[in-house]
């Protein structure tokens, strides 16, 4: 079954790689923790440079934000983003299907980031508030 989730993985990843904002560090080759941090340490310095501003930054901590998980909603998620209606099927059946489970999230499957990495939607530059 990982062979195939392998391969599925590389269909979706064509599909929505070109979706994805500059800023989704999440899963991505050659990204990490340090690169995001650098890029968002950077941006508040270049707005710190102006006179009279200042800056706060929040950090949270989404890991276990989302565990809860309604197939129905993925499918229209992942739909919308272009994926074949076939491929959509099989995913939903796949998730309802999956015997280990841990509240409605299928574990240590190969595609699960693709799938569940859209719960706020696609980020954007204007995310960013100064």
Request: charged share 15%; hydrophobic share 45%; with cysteine.
């Amino acid at each position: 079954m990982k062979t195939l989730e392998r391969l599925v993985l590389q269909f979706l990843k064509s599909i929505i790689d070109p979706l994805l904002d500059q800023f989704q560090f999440a899963h991505r080759n050659n990204r990490s923790v340090d690169d995001a941090v650098a890029l968002g340490l950077f941006d508040v310095l270049q707005y710190l440079d102006s006179p009279n501003t200042y800056a706060r930054i929040l950090c949270v901590d989404f890991s276990s934000a989302f565990n809860t998980i309604i197939p129905s909603k993925r499918f229209d998620k992942i739909q919308g983003l272009g994926v074949p209606q076939s491929m959509c099927l099989w995913i939903l059946d796949f998730l309802l299907n999956r015997p280990q489970v841990v509240t409605n999230r299928p574990q240590f499957i190969i595609i699960s980031y693709v799938i569940y990495w859209h719960d706020s939607g696609l980020c954007s530059v204007t995310n960013v508030i100064f």
